[in-house]
Structure formats: C-alpha cells, structure tokens
C-alpha cells in the first residue's frame, strides 16, 4: 500500500511540477532614470545629453550621458568620454565614464565642495577630440539648499527612440528667402525680330525652293517666291507694268516736246521742270516694274537670316497684293511669357527672375544663363487664358520659339528670415506646429504661421526666434509617440 | 437482448473473430483517409459583404452604403446579428446566422436581399459582393514572396498571373488575398500647365482616351474562298502608341496626349497596404481553404504547386511558405495527443501487466482498446466528423476505461472457470457454459457502468455556439468508444476467454489471491481497512473536512474559457495613431521587426500594414499592422516569450500592440466580434460621445488589477482635405457642380479609362493629374480646373481648401455604433476580473440618454457554459442517481455510492488548484468525467458487500472481504485510467494537448482521491448504514453478485 501512497504522491507532485513553472519571472525592464540635472550640450557637430543626481557636495551622484552626432542623428559607436568638474581654484581630474551601448555612456562621482562650478566634457575617439562646455552649475552643501528648478514641461522623446528613426535638429539662423512660382508659359519670338513676308502685287505665286517648309532655314537675300503676273484682275503685275510703260512714254514724249518747246521758250522753265519730274516718277515706277519683268514676275527674297514660322501659301496659289505669304524670324533674342494665376497675383510684383524648363527638354534653365532679363510684369488678366502674363527677353540660345515651356518664377529674395524645411512641419486642420528642442529629450510642440513656400522650404511668419533648435527630420515620430494609437475593431 | 448477443457471440466465435478481423481492416483504412484538422469546424454561419467605392469618406460610405445594406439585410430570417465596419473607401457587413443555419440558403438570402438595394447604392460604389464561404480557421497558410533584386512591380505582377491564378487552381483553395508591392497599373497623368497651353480640357482628355485603347471588329470579308474576319486594332501597350493618340485639333494642328500629359506605369494609388518579409518589401499571400476542406492535403498540394512554380520564376524571386503555416500545426498537435495516446496505452498495458500477471488475460483485456478505437473512428467517420485534437482527446481519456469492461468479464470468466476446475470432473459444467454465466453475471454492471458514465456527459449536449462546437466531437468520441468498449467486452471479450484462458496451464493457478503483488497489496489494505473500520469517525470525518475545504478553495478559483494554446506563431497586432500614412507606419513598424528579430527564438518576421484590396480580413486602415512571427520557445514558457516580446516592443513609443496566436485569435474574434478576452462596446450616436466615454472606461480599466493589453478602439479623427466649392465663383468662372465633382474625383482621386494588356495580363489605365497635383497641398490648391470663361483657374480660386478631420473607422452591431474597449487577461482569472471591471464602470462612469454599454468576449462565453455545465450536472446526477436506483432498489445505497462524487471532487478542485488555479470548460468536463468513474468504483464495491451479505457473512466481514476482493479492480481499473492520462498531464503545454490537459489534470486529482478514499470511506459509512441496507437488500438483490 505504502508503494502506491508513494506513486500517487509522485503523480501529484509531477502534476504540480508541470504547472510549477507556469508562473511568469517579472520582466526586466529598462525605465529611463527620472534624473535631477541635465546638461545639454551642443559642440562641433555633436549633442550631449547627460543627466545626474543633484550636485550635493560629498554625495555620489550617478551619470548617464548621451552622445549623438548631428549630421545623421546617430549615436557615438565608440570612443571614450570623460568628464571633470572645474572650480575656481581647482581644475578637478578627468574621470572617464563607461561606454554602456553605442552613444550612452555611464559613471558615477563624488561632488566636491561647495560653489559655483563648470563641468567639461571630452569626447575622444581615434584620433579627434571635442569639448562640450556647461558653465554655471552650482554644487550645494546640503540638500535642503536646493532651489525648486523651473522643471519645462515638454514632450517626452528619448534619444534611443530618436537614434532608431530617420531624425534630425536643427538650429534657426537667419536665411535668405525667395519664393518660386510654379506656373506654365510659352516660348515665343519677340515681334522685333519677326518679318513678314507679304506679296508686293497680285499674280500667281512661284515657290522658288524645294525645301521651303515650316521650320527651314534660310539665309538672307535668298530668292524665296516669285509672283508672275497673268489675265485677271486690276492690280495684274501686266497691267501695272503696260500702264507705267505707257505713263513713261507718255512723260518722255511730253518732257521732249516740253525741252524742244523751252528751246522755243514757248513754255516756262517751271513747266518743263514739271514735265521732268513727271517723267523721273514714271521712269523710276517703269524701272521698277521691268526689273521684276525680266524673270517674267516679281521676285520675292528673304531679308534677313532666321526661321520660316510661317507659310501661307501654296505653288502656283493665286494671291492678292499685300497678301502674308509666311514668317521669318530672325536668330537670337527670344520672349518667355509666364502665365501666372490669378491667386498668385499678390507675388506677381516681386518678381525677379526665373527657372524654366522647355518642353521636351529636362534641363532646367536660368534667366541668368540665357542673359536674359525681365521685360513687363501685366498688372491685369489676360481674358483668353485667365493668367497675368509676365514677360522676360532672353538669349534664345537653344529654345525653340512657340512651345511651352514650365516656369519657376522667382521673387525678390528678401533677407534675415526664419526658414524651416519641409520636413519639420506637422500640419493639423490648417494650422502648421513645429517641434522645438527644450531639453535633450524634451519638445515643445509650437505653432508657427507660415508666410510662403518655394515648395522645399516654408518661410515663417511668427512663431520662432532666431537660436531656437527645431526638429527638422522626424517630427511624426514625437507626434506618434505622444499619441498612442489603439487598434481599431479588426474583423475577419 | 444482451443474452442474445452474449449467446450468439459464443456460439459463433470465428464469425465474431471475422467480424472484428475485418472492422479492424476497415477501421485502419479509415484512419489512413479521415479528413484532419486542428479542431472541429466551428464556422459559424456569417456572410461578408464587401462593397468598394474608392475615395469615399467613412461617413459616406457608412451613410450611403452600410446602412442601406445592414437595414436590408437586418430584417432576413434567421439573423442572429449584423455588424459592420466602415473604413475610407471600404464597407465591410457581416452578418451572423443561428447556429445551425445552412450557410447556403444563407448565402441564398443574402443574394436575393442584395439584388434589391443595388439601385439604391450610389453609381461610384462597386457591386456589393459576398467574400467567398471559407471557415473561421480558413486561413490556411502564408506565403511571403520577395527578392533582393526584383522591383516590387515585378513581384506584384509576378503573384497576380504567375501564382495567384495558380494556387487558385489548387483543389479546396477558395481565396487568395495578397498584400504588398507594388500594383502595376498605366498612368496618363496629365499637366494642367500643358493643358492650358494647349487649350486642352480634362472632358477632352476623357473623350479621347476612353476608347482608345480598344480593339473593333469589322465584319466578315469574303473573298478568295476564305472568310476573314476584320479587326480594328487599337489596342496597344506601348507607351510612345498609347502617346499619341489625337486628343483634339487646334486650328489645323493636332494635339496628341504625349503633348499634355505623361504616359507611363507606375504603382496604383492610393497604395492602401504593404507587406514587409524580414524587413524587405514583399507580397504576402493569404490562402484561405473552402470550408470542408481537408487542411493537410490542401497544403501538401499548395505546396506542389510552388514547387513546380519555382521552375517558372525568375530564379531570384523567393516563395517562403514557411510563415504560417496551418497544417504544421495540426501535424504537431494531431502527433501529440496520437503521442498520449499511445503513451497512456503503454502505461494501461504495464499495469494490467502488473496486476494480471498473466499474458492471456493481460492481451484479452488489451485487444479492447484498439478494437473499440477503431470502431469508435469508423462510427465518426460514419457520423461525419472528422479527427481533431478534439475527438482524439476524447479517445485518449477514455483509453484508460475501455479496458475496464473487458477486465471485469476476463477476471469474473477466469474465477468461474478456475472454480469450475476445482470442482469434481462429473460436476464440472463445459467451459463455453462457464463463460457466457460468468459474462452474464457482470453484465448489469456493465452497462450501468458504460450508462452512468454516458450520463455525466449529458451536460456537454447542453453547450451551444463555439464551445458546443468545440467540445461536441469530444463527447461524442468519448462516449462511443465507451459504447464500442461495452460491446467489445460483450462479445470479443467473452469468445476470446474462452479460446485462451480454458487450458488447464492456466486454470491451476490458485482462484484467489493473484500474483505476488496483488496479494501483497491485499493483505496490508485489508490489515488497513480493518484497523480503520474501529476509527469510523474519523474515517469519515477527515474527508469531510477536506471536502468542505475543497468547497471553499472552489470559491477562490477563477475560471477562464479555454486554455492558451501554443500554436508556434505569435500574431501582433501593432497600430499606431489613425490617419498616419503608409511611410510613417512602415518607419515605425521597422523598429518593431528589428527589434523582433533580436529575440531569441524568433525564426522570421512577416508584417503586412493597411489592407488588402477587397479583403474581409480589414484592420483600420494604414496605421495597424499585423506581424506574424514563427518562433521556438527554447526552454522558455509561452508566458515568458510573450512577456519577453510584450517588453522588447513596449520600448517603442508610438505602437500600441495586441498579442495572440492565429487561431486563438480567431476564436477570440469569432467569440464577440473582437479579439480581446473581455470586450467592452459602448453604444450610441455620436462617434465623438462614444471615443470619449470610451477613453474614460479605458482609463478605469487599466486600474482593474489583472488587466492587460487595454486598449479603446481610436475614434480620434483622421486628417481630410476639404475642398469646399464656392458656388459665386464657380458660377462666374462657367464651372458646373457636376464638373466640379467631377474634377476633384477624376482629376485628384484619378479614374480608370481603359486597360491594357501584355498577353494575357490585363492593367488598369488610369487617367489623373500629375503627382505635384494630387500628392502636396499645394499642388491642389494650384491644379487647374476648366473655366468656361478664361482657360483655366486654379482649384483654390473657385473652392476653400481646409485641412480638417473625419473618422477614421465606423464600426457597427445591429444597426448601432458602436466603440470597443478591448482588454486581455494576465495571471488572474476571467470572470473576476470582469465582474470588478463591470463594478468599477457602472460606478464610475455615466451614461447619457442613448448610450449603452455590453460585455462581451471570452468571459461571456465562459460565464454562460459555466452555467449551463452546472444545471445540467445538476441533471446528471438525478439521473445517476435514477440509474443506481434501479441497480440496487434502495435510495440509501444510491445514495451512498454517489458520496464518491464529493470523494472525487476533493481531488478534482486540489489538481486544479495547484495546476492552472482556474477552472476552465475542460476542467469542467473533465470533472464530468471524474463522476462517471467514481460511481462505478461505488457500484462495484457495494455490490460485492451485498453480495458477501447474501452469501451469509457479517456486515464487518462482509466489508473487509469485499474491499478486499474489489482493491484489485478497483485499483486496476482507477490506475490505468489515471496512467492513461499522465502524458497528457505531463506534457500539457505541447500543441494540441493544451485544451486536454486541463480535463486530464481533473480526472487524475479526482482519481486519485476518489480512488484513496472510496476503499476507506465507503466502507465505514457502509459499516454505519449496512445493517438495515442488507437486510433490505436480500429481499432484492438474491440473483445479484
């Protein structure tokens, strides 16, 4: 019986066992030390960030410092810190303190007496050095002496959570701000540099070149259309030259019957004179036309170097005296006309300059580099586009006249500002907060009023001062972490 | 009838041999081909309807399209709830059906119901569509797609033609969802600066790309004796063709689309999901199974499927189906309790061994238990369940108690027979004789036995829901293996005693005493009991006491549902603030991987964030994860890990986590609607009332000491851009409203055109403005909208643009909204922690008019069949009571036979209390169970004491020689049951034994008191009442044992 009594207790005593290490071991924890002083500290592209107990003289007070460098917000990956406390009178020693984990570093000291003091820090790694400096610090003899520090409420966020996410800071300076509009416009010759090509007299036009197409280049004084004179119509090239060889003749006839007559001095001096300069007009007007008679037509040419933009006319069309046969524009200056928005228009007069970028073309061009200049700024909307147009003259050195063009166009640079990054804004219905540093783990979370944007960076209106250090990079993660998120009924 | 039987079975002993010959082939094959699964199919009959209507605010949508569809809905037959959730974009209705429900007429109703509200819904919405039928436990398996080179784009596409068309292909799979990469699509993103300069406006874009991209038919041509078909082909996939199409003439000069927009592919906006494997961007694939499919060989064919698709792709492209994996699983759980199972039979043979001495009667005995499994596993088959952890559970208790029936008729037969040799030769009766008397002598206690056992289950047909489902399939294996045990012993058992034990070698061995052991064993307990039986006070009085003190430990107890089970994959729910974009969730998730992957034990880390496109499976929005990581315990607790991972991951500030396991979770989720233990919905109107009562109970739980993972559902206000028309404006710039609308949801929300296809494969074409006009604010405000009056004006000179808020999720149940405040349970029990929790809140918190508050999860489940297995043990125990009544004619001796049951109880409540410390459902029945065995040690032992009586013998004598001649049974049939069930208990925390254990702990503790007291108590109270019960009893009992 005893055998079985014994077999059932080790059944039980299995039994228990197995549920024996059930229970949960307490989890460890790492709680972030509430600490009573922090040193923060920014030098040479790094960040300290140190905390200790209270500078009771004779009390040994333990230190944790974190070191970050600012240029990817990362921590130290090695090196050796160490620290010492200066008095007047006493220079203190070096004392090095433990590197914990990348960018933490720990230790504790004894405080020395009484006073006003400095404590220096210095980070060593390969072959750099860098000091961080916090002045006035004060060592009490007693506890009790301690003042009640003004403690800043802030949003808590720690450097390890800040070392783990794409973060940054930043301290506002004084900037130079100019803004860019965004808007469309067009590439187009300026009317100086434009001729036109019109038919000195009706007749049958002649296209005296195989390649004259839209686009061609012609070179000046090449023979571009000739226009041949035929049956119909009044202002017929024919008629026009048989009526001036008429007119001609007759002037002659009249201008040597006048001379013989002034032989005579049948007729005034001022007569023949007359008759003279009748036939002067009607030679010259004869001339005229027989010079274009010897092609049988009259011969157009291109006056100048450029561009045909223009062709109206087809081979052997008919056309009318005056008739625009095409364009030519000459090489060189150009015209960019911006077409900005209405809701723009408040930017519209402090205009400078501008970016722009051809169609079809990625390269992005500078006013600067195309010599160019700003002609007119419309101070009125253009009714068939609806934008204010705003003019520049530029070299034209590889823009095509007549296409689009995209156009950044920049306003006058104003001064002394307060910029921040994109990146550093949290907008909330319509209104823009910043993060401000107020300690090493510590934000503020402030309003600012934004006055205009170049679309990279966001000009500040009020809200910041100049020397105060923002978080340009990761300022959701603060956000997120201050406002924890609960799951929302997830279904199946 | 039973004689019947008894003389048929020894008149034809090869048949029955035959018979059981050909049951065991035909049981063996059955086992080969019976479907497997993790547990019973506890599908609960539930419609999702998905409706899509991309760009829709959540009030929209809820107004618009979840309402109509939840009050139409409503009102079917049979509907026992609807829920909802609306997020942007997207409106998810389930609705629940009775529990036994045919999930097709269902399906039919909803079908008919939807056909009507079509019309109502608005034209930008999509069809409403039922998600496919699949159970709670559908999703199957995981699959993790990535690549170190490959382009997202290329994954994407890759899973959509290459592998999802393939693995659909895969018989039983019903749904593949997949999240992650990059969705390829063709975009005409339009420059409304070109625009203008070209006088092009988006009326003339939209005409002109509508149809571009479509191939024509042109009739037939005949001729040359053939018949052509004509075709006009329009159809393109290039991008310089698609370009150029004519959008409209200037004068006499075309302008083409490549003029005033850029065509190219990109990734289809807005991306509302991604999927990350071990901090890569990948495409995770969920495989959801039909809902009578057999997980195992689904996924065995799944993954014949990706082996033969991994010689088609791209050799750097990786298919890990590794992450989740149901089967694994089931495998390992489905192992583990076959692994108890045969373990407990090996203890059951080493101690009939060890009592028996004897081979015969040991392998007669023996032959019962896979006899009645295999009959049992035929019967379930026949019944159409299939084999789970559940019904295996239930075989591996009864493992222990299928042989007892045929131990009784082997011990009686062997008695008899040896008696019958010791008789003179002339006396002597045939051996069959001597059998089918022995057999009939013990067969009343058979099946009183086999029928109060049965009976204590009655509670369990009581349970409805998820836990009747659950537990069903348990009792029912367990009481038809019982069933088969009594036939077996009724049949075989008889035939092969006597085949076996009738040799004279085996009849000469002495009729009394057994073994060494056994004699042993009989004489100190009678030297015991005789001893005892002058302390009667005593005897009785120390079991009362333990008794009253088990009581009072009962009261201490908690309860809790169903025991945590270690499924090997930790799913993580991390969600961050709502209305975080995609980037910024990703960036935070990040952490979570890296630091996940430092734990050790973790094997890998999938997370998938947002959602997939029309997907039932719906979380928030882009600031909830869900990260599924396999692990191995190494040596740690399941507690520990998640301690240890609950601690890693709250040094991340940001995320707030719920922790679970994929089936657990599911359960949980099925359970209430949420996956916590202890739901809390707050109901009413207001979203803003209901975050901020929400936020108050929050509060106050987080004090309830025993609460873990407190979460209130966030119902802060997501960002949303306003664009507010200014209809003076509009009206002066020629601007309809109809255009307006139409420009904020075509040129900003982007629209699909046309498509175009590369072979097979079909993309969307999408027609939007350029990025710089959709993705910055500025770029709205500067987008330029058609102005009858002057080309073009920017959006923000005819509308307000604001920055404002919205809600982020609208969640739904019957017809109401509803919050949830969600919370876990940690080292306490359910049901107290609530009630304090339930104290506290209608203490603390008012509610004004039309706000209410409902429990629910776990502990509602637990409360409901905690009552239910009371009053219905409440009814068990009359009808045992009824049952010995007819045994034994005496309400005394019913009555005393059940003060086993409180016997039991005392170990019963000591095994839990040191174990768990609460009593869950298992424990219950396994509590059910305890009273079954302990009534028939009762019946066993009275009845011989009558029987002594009868024969002549003192009471004193009577109880003396009567315990004695029962300790063998008694102890053999208690010892074998309790072993049966030790590697159940022992290796509780194994997958697939977890819900076992609890039941097994039970039995044991109760076996084990039961067992111990039952063989001292029993016989001094019989000592105090046995006088007058004999004296009755004669008159009755003559013909008895």
Known sequence: MKHFIRLFLLLGFLTACQYANHESSPATHEDHEEEALSIHVFADGMEIFAESGQLVAGEEVAMRAHLTILENYAPVASGTLSFRLRQSGSEGSWQELDFLKAGIFTGSFVVPKAGICQMEFKYSDLDQEHVFIKDSLRIVSLKEELLAEEHQEGLPFLLEQAWETEF???????????????????????????????????????IERNDLVIGAYITRGTLLFTVKGSGFGNENLDVLAHTAKAVYDNSKTILERKSQLRALEAVSQKELEQARADFEIAKSQYEALTDHLAGQGVQIKSPVSGYLTELNTTANGFVERGFLLGKIVRQGELLIQANLPVSKAKDANNVHSLYFKQMGDPAIHTLEEQNGSLISIGNFVNPLTGMIPILFKVDGQGLTPGSFAELWLLTNPTEDQIVVPKSSLIEEYGLFYVYVQIGGESYEKRAVKIAATNGRDYLIESGLEIGEVIVSKGAMAIKIANAMGTPPAHVH | MLQAILKYSLKNRLIIILVVIAISIFGWLTVKNLEVDVFPDLTAPSVAILTECPGMAPEDVERQITFPIETTLNGARDVRRVRSTTVNGFSIVWIDFDWGMDIYKARQIISEKLSLIQEDLPQRAHTPFMAPQSSVMGEI??????????????????????????????????????????YKEYQILLDPLKMAHFQVSLQDVRQACETMNQNTAGGILNEFGQEYVIRGMAQSANLQDLGSTLLKMNGPAPVILNQVAQVTIGSHLPKVGESYFNGQRSVILTIMKQASGNTVEITADIEKAIAELKLSLPADVIVNDQVFRQSDFIKTSVNNVTRALIEGGVFVVLILFLFLMNGRTTIISLIAIPVSLLITIIIIKLLGYSINTMSLGGMAIAIGLLVDDAIIDVEIVLKRLKENRLKPIEKRKPSLNIVYEASMEIRSSIIHATLIIIVTFIPLFFLSGMEGRMLMPLGITFIVSLLASMIVALTLTPVLCSLLLISEKQLRRPVEGGNFLVRRLNRRYSDLLSRLLSYKKWVIGIPLLLFVGAIIVLTTLGSTFLPKFNEGVLTITSVSTPGISLEECNLLNQQVENKLKEIDGVKLVTRRTGRAENSEHAHGGSNASEI??????????????????????GKIAGLSYVFGQPLSHRIDHMLSGTRAQIAIKIFGPELGKLYDLGTQVGALAKTVPGLVDVNVEQQIDVPQIKI???????AQNGISLAEFNEFVRVALGGEKIGEVYEGNRRFAMTLRLDGKYHLELEGIKNALIDSRTQGKVPLSLVSDIVSSGGPVTINRENVQRKLVVSANISGSDLTSVEAELESVIAREVSLPQGYFIEYGGQFESASSATR?????????????????????????LAGLILVNLPLALIGGIA???????????????????????????????????LSLNDQGLSIRESIIKGSTDRLNPILMTAITAALALLPLVLKADRPGNEIQSPMAVVILGGLISSTLLNLFVIPAIYLLVGQRVANKSKKHLHHEL
């Open chain 1, 168 to 206: 940054g800071i930043q301290r506002i300076e004084n900037q130079t701000f100019s803004q860019a509009l965004n808007c469309g416009g067009a590439i187009i010759a300026s009317p100086e540099s434009t001729y036109e090509l019109s038919s000195p007299v009706s007749g049958q036009i002649q």
């Open chain 2, 141 to 182: 398996i995981l699959i993790a797609v990535h690549s170190e080179t490959q382009d997202p784009m290329v994954l994407r596409t890759l899973v959509d033609w290459e592998i999802t068309p393939r693995l659909l292909a895969v018989n039983g799979v019903s749904q593949v969802v997949t999240i992650g990469g990059d």
């Open chain 2, 628 to 649: 599924d990581v396999p692990f191995d315990l190494n040596g740690r607790t399941l507690e520990e890990f998640f301690e240890e991972v609950r601690t890693e991951l």
């Open chain 2, 724 to 730: 507010i028309p200014n209809r003076t404006l509009l």
């Open chain 2, 868 to 892: 239910k297995i009371l009053w219905t043990s409440l009814l068990a125990i009359s009808i045992i009571f009824m049952i010995l009544f007819i045994e034994f004619k005496q309400v005394e």
């Open chain 2, 911 to 945: 095994a839990v209390w040191i174990s768990a410390g609460s009593i869950s459902i298992p424990a219950l029945i396994g509590f059910i169970t305890l009273f079954g065995i302990a009534t028939r040690n009762g019946i066993l032992l009275i009845s011989r004491y």
